[in-house]
């Protein structure tokens, strides 16, 4: 069932609260119990179906303030028809992200695993332990050299095997296990298609940002944009081969 005096405290209007019960009603979900993270656009909330969890990652239609959404939907050939109203935005945002992380899985990437989707809600695996989730790359310490390995191999996958850039890759959306320091990248709706015409820019705006929090965590660390984009390439010859054009 939906624990509905779990989520009441939040504004989520009919559509919300009717999206939730066809999920649930469709075996998506047994249960919603509690939010484990909240942003601009959307709380993500901790479920279950059955003994497995999940999460529940609900767009805030109404009161939502998260600006700028069209500029990474205009120009994205998926979507060139869909609405400019802001309601109907946020659920072509929702169906981006669906359709960004079944692409990204299909190529490799490790990233949240999707399990159904409806208006503006996506169920998807949940990345944590005992009700938990994994911390994110900047609240813990970690082997360089077993992350850095991690980062260019997702990215490169991303990029020339789901023809994807992030455009907002940074150590906020980067999940690890302090287990094994197995990392996940989480949130894509803001991902865009290679021929979108801020690919390159949102491209640059990635690597910049990754190897800035590199610097500054490993202090001796000498890394630079040509660097970390000349592995990216090595990385795309070694999982798709030299003549790979894309």
């Not at 656009?41 to 479920?47: D, K, L, P, R, S």
Request: hydrophobic share 40%; aromatic share 12%.
């Amino acid at each position: 069932m939906i624990t509905k005096n779990r989520i009441e405290g939040y504004v989520f209007d009919d559509q919300t609260h009717k999206a939730l019960f066809k999920l649930s009603s469709n075996k998506i979900f047994d249960s919603i119990d509690f939010p484990i993270a909240s942003g601009k656009e959307a709380i993500t909330f901790y479920g279950h179906l059955q003994d497995t969890p999940l999460v529940a990652k609900i767009y805030k239609m109404e009161t939502s303030n998260f600006k700028n959404l069209d500029k990474y939907i205009d120009g994205d050939y998926r979507f060139k028809n869909a609405s400019k109203e802001k309601r109907d935005l946020f659920l072509v945002w929702a169906n981006k992200e669906f359709k960004n992380l079944t692409l990204a899985l299909k190529h490799g990437v490790s990233c949240p695993i999707v399990i159904g989707k409806e208006k503006n809600i996506i169920i998807m695996s949940f990345i944590g332990e005992n009700q938990k989730a994994y911390p994110k790359l900047n609240e813990v310490d970690f082997d360089l050299d077993v992350v850095y390995p991690q980062i260019v191999d997702n990215y490169a996958k991303l990029l020339y095997g789901a023809k994807l850039v992030h455009a907002d890759f940074s150590a906020f959306n980067i999940l690890i296990n302090p287990n094994d320091q197995k990392i996940t990248i989480i949130d894509m709706g803001q991902a865009v298609v290679w021929s979108h015409p801020k690919a390159q820019e949102f491209l640059k705006r990635d690597i910049i940002n990754i190897i800035d929090f590199l610097k500054k965590k490993f202090k001796k660390l000498e890394i630079t944009y040509d660097f970390f984009l000349e592995d990216l390439k090595k990385k795309k010859e070694e999982i798709y081969g030299r003549d790979n054009k894309s």
